[in-house]
């Protein structure tokens, strides 16, 4: 099964979950619903300042090698992240592969980094259900779809930094991010911290 299959169906079962089991546990009101989407940030850790280690392939010599070198990282040290929190992992299936980020600005190894680092951070969200809480949001006021998505996009660059730190600055990362989402990717490359990628209780408090 193709990856995106693989993990269309992984969301399809998070979903599931959510509205079974979760819903129960986030009643309440809308805005409490609402907050509550992003509570698993929370549990992981903070990631580290760090920079491209020297014995990685040079992007200017061969920048298909030092892709292939990106590809991983991001799902390895996030890996660290979730069983460090006490949280189960699951590889995701199939080839990894690089989907380029329209951004601003000619840096290339930093439009890899980052565009390594949004898939990864997509992939996290749904191992941690945060889609299907998204979902019973959506069904409870469906006039917010367009709210909940953008903040959905938010969430994920901003943990796009949050990983992407641990290559490079956040100001080379947020140069390379389409322009909607460079403070967000910037807000996670400085802090460090997965619970400040919460976006939906900061937007409705």
Same mark, same amino acid.
């Given at each position: 099964?193709?990856l995106?299959?693989?993990?269309? #169906? ?8 959510a ?6 546990? #986030?009643? =309440?009101?809308? @805005? /409490?619903?609402?907050n *509550? ?6 549990e +992981?850790?903070?990631?580290p ?6 014995? *990685?392939?040079?992007?200017e ?9 990106? #590809? ?5 040290d996030?890996?660290? !992240?979730?069983?460090?929190?006490g949280?189960?992992?699951? @590889?995701?299936? =199939?080839? #990894? ?5 329209s ?6 190894? *930093?439009? $890899?980094v ?9 992939y996290?969200?749904?191992? +941690? ?5 998204i ?12 709210? +909940?998505?953008?903040?959905?996009? @938010? ?8 990983? =992407?730190r &641990? ?6 990362l947020?140069?390379? *991010?389409? !322009?909607?989402?460079?403070q /967000? ?6 802090i460090?911290?997965? /619970?400040?990628?919460? &976006?939906? $209780? $900061?937007?409705?408090?």
């Amino acid at each position: 099964m193709p990856l995106l299959g693989r993990w269309g #169906l992984v969301l399809g079962v998070a979903i599931l979950f959510a509205v079974v089991i979760l819903g129960g546990n #986030l009643v =309440g009101g809308d @805005e /409490s619903r609402v907050n *509550a989407i992003a509570e698993p940030l929370s549990e +992981l850790p903070s990631f580290p300042v760090g920079t491209i280690p020297a014995d *990685a392939p040079n992007p200017e010599r061969d920048l298909s090698a030092f892709t292939n070198w990106v #590809l991983p990282r991001p799902f390895a040290d996030w890996e660290r !992240a979730f069983k460090e929190a006490g949280r189960p992992w699951a @590889e995701p299936e =199939g080839p #990894l592969l690089l989907v380029r980020i329209s951004g601003d600005g000619p840096d290339v190894v *930093a439009a $890899t980094v980052f565009a390594s680092g949004l898939q990864s951070a997509d992939y996290v969200i749904t191992l +941690l259900g945060i889609p299907g809480r998204i979902e019973l949001a959506r069904r409870e006021k469906p006039d917010t779809q367009a709210e +909940l998505q953008r903040q959905r996009d @938010e969430m994920v660059a901003c943990l796009a930094g949050v990983w =992407g730190r &641990t290559l490079m600055a956040p100001a080379r990362l947020a140069a390379v *991010a389409p !322009a909607p989402r460079a403070q /967000s990717v910037r807000l996670g490359a400085e802090i460090g911290d997965p /619970s400040v990628c919460d &976006t939906f $209780t $900061t937007d409705g408090s």
